[in-house]
């Protein structure tokens, strides 16, 4: 059984920002700072600071190929940034371990609204409190995603 594979170009993911931006004007929400763990927050990320203008914060943070997180800087980002509103983006809610786990350490010591974007968002996912996604994926649609930074040179 081969698993079906969603390939998300360009455009597509312009598209899908496209739809995050609007729910966010929609609320008349603006974040002052974007964050993002390593890999798949980085460009979008970048593209989101961009547009609105503020700082995007890379986070060292990978569960999918072990953990490999920061915990000592993001305490000490949310320390510099806790009057801000912050906007933690990732291109995927898969399993919730990541956002989770990035939630929890922000949360541990400190109490502040921040909010959460993804392009796509498990139904099935642990993480339960994101707040603006451009697409949701069910246990009935569920492909393998391929982002256009992942095999650019093909």
């Known amino acids: 059984m081969s698993i079906e594979r969603l390939v998300v170009t360009e455009a597509d993911l312009k598209n899908m920002l496209h739809s995050i931006v609007r729910d966010m004007h929609t609320e008349n929400y603006k974040p002052e700072v974007i964050i993002g763990p390593n890999r798949g927050g980085l460009q979008i990320g970048v593209m989101l600071s961009h547009y609105f203008d503020v700082p995007f914060v890379p986070l060292q943070w990978q569960t999918r190929d072990g953990d490999k997180t920061d915990h000592a800087n993001l305490i000490a980002f949310v320390n510099d940034y806790r009057e801000k509103n ?69």
């Open 86 to 154: 912050i906007l933690l983006i990732d291109d995927i809610n898969d399993t919730g371990k990541t956002l989770n786990s990035i939630t929890e350490t922000i949360y541990q010591d400190f109490v502040f609204d921040l909010k959460v974007a993804v392009l796509f968002n498990k139904t099935t996912s642990t993480f339960e409190t994101v707040d603006y996604s451009a697409e949701e994926l069910t246990p009935d649609y569920n492909p393998w995603i391929v982002f256009p930074y992942e095999e650019w040179w093909k």
